[in-house]
């Protein structure tokens, strides 16, 4: 069983990774942060009585289904609201959401505080943003949990629902697209 400590440090560990994961696939900031809330909420009232070893995997599931529920929640809510989208005017000032904005800077290497280098440095880190949105959603959750979350591929399958094999697959061809997608526009990594 985890102790209470136990659980909020692996809350607080998780966090911030899990926030930009959900950001990726949602693309709005509010509805991320909810998404993360509301899924530490249920990992705390549900499973905090679970051995701490087995957290990770309940909360990457957690995470996952509370996604999924959004997707589904903003489908119907798209269908029968739709016309509403009628009334912005064209001036309106709706900011959306940018990743590259919310990434906190600690410690700032020397290297990092030449203007010119930070400009080559946000445009590269732009053009992976918008590959990386471009993945079909599957292969973006494969690849961002297994690069991002740095999960092995059993525990990927089964915060995905596949099986190990198609994790791979996945992985493989996000891989694939995103330096397709980065050599054309002349990144290499």
Not at 23 to 28: F, T
Not at 29 to 48: H, P
Request: charged residues 30%; hydrophobic residues 40%.
């Amino acid at each position: 069983m985890a102790s209470s400590k136990e659980l909020s440090d692996f809350l607080k560990d998780v966090e911030k990774r899990a926030f930009k994961r959900v950001a990726y696939h949602v693309r709005n900031e509010e509805s991320a942060l909810d998404i993360v809330q509301d899924s530490m909420m249920r990992l705390a009232e549900r499973y905090g009585d679970k051995p701490a070893q087995e957290l990770t995997l309940l909360f990457q599931r957690i995470l996952t289904n509370a996604m999924m529920d959004w997707f589904r929640r903003q489908k119907v809510q798209n269908a029968l609201f739709s016309s509403f989208s009628d009334f912005q005017s064209d001036g309106d000032d709706t900011e959306e959401f940018d990743i590259l904005e919310s990434l906190s800077v600690a410690g700032v290497p020397p290297e990092f505080d030449n203007p010119q280098n930070n400009h080559e440095r946000q445009q590269k880190l732009e053009s992976i943003e918008v590959a990386l949105l471009l993945l079909p959603m599957r292969q973006r959750e494969a690849f961002l949990l297994r690069y991002w979350e740095d999960m092995d591929v059993a525990a990927t399958a089964s915060t995905m629902g596949c099986s190990e094999g198609s994790v791979k697959t996945h992985c493989s061809r996000a891989i694939h697209s995103l330096i397709k997608l980065l050599t054309a526009k002349g990144i290499r990594l």
